[in-house]
């Protein structure tokens, strides 16, 4: 199946023009695809940050192309590499055309994702605070199926 829709941040900053491009690069390509603009401050060169803000947002997306632009190895000659989740969303690192995709490589040569840290004991839990937003409400590295109990 042909994805339409492109999730897509950055740590471009609203104030630039990068955005815009990325935009209209897509526009030009694939006038048909509807872009999603999830957040364009996220903390520069970031990645683990940038995999939170993905892993909160999928599940409220339709079946989606990611882009996430926070790398500092974004245009550097490094490999890049693309993703397909169960539900057959596509996670792409940035730079990477879908004509050099290339072989498939077998997951657990990855380096894993940071995952927050975690701790459940009888009636308590201890987990990390992500970040804070604007308006004061704390991110948490709990969620529900991180810190359900057997």
Same mark, same amino acid.
């Given at each position: ?9 950055? @740590? ?16 030009? %390509?694939?006038?048909?695809?509807? +872009? %999603? ?8 060169? @970031? ?33 890049? %590499? ?6 057959? @969303? ?40 992500? @970040? +804070? ?18």
């Amino acid at each position: 199946m042909q994805a339409h829709t492109i999730l897509f941040a950055s @740590d471009f900053g609203a104030a630039t023009e990068c955005v815009g491009i990325c935009h209209a690069v897509i526009a030009s %390509i694939a006038p048909q695809t509807r +872009v %999603i603009d999830l957040a364009h401050d996220l903390v520069p060169f @970031d990645v683990d940050g940038a995999g939170i803000v993905l892993q909160a947002s999928l599940s409220y997306a339709p079946e989606s192309i990611a882009v996430f632009v926070v790398d500092p190895g974004v245009s550097t000659t490094r490999r890049g %590499i693309a993703a397909l989740t169960g539900r057959g @969303d596509t996670l792409l690192s940035a730079g990477v055309p879908f004509d050099d995709i290339g072989e498939a490589v077998h997951p657990e040569s990855l380096m894993p994702a940071w995952q927050p840290d975690v701790h459940v004991e009888r009636e308590r839990l201890r987990c990390e605070a992500i @970040d +804070v937003n604007r308006f004061g409400n704390v991110r948490l590295g709990a969620t529900p199926p991180r810190f359900s109990t057997p």
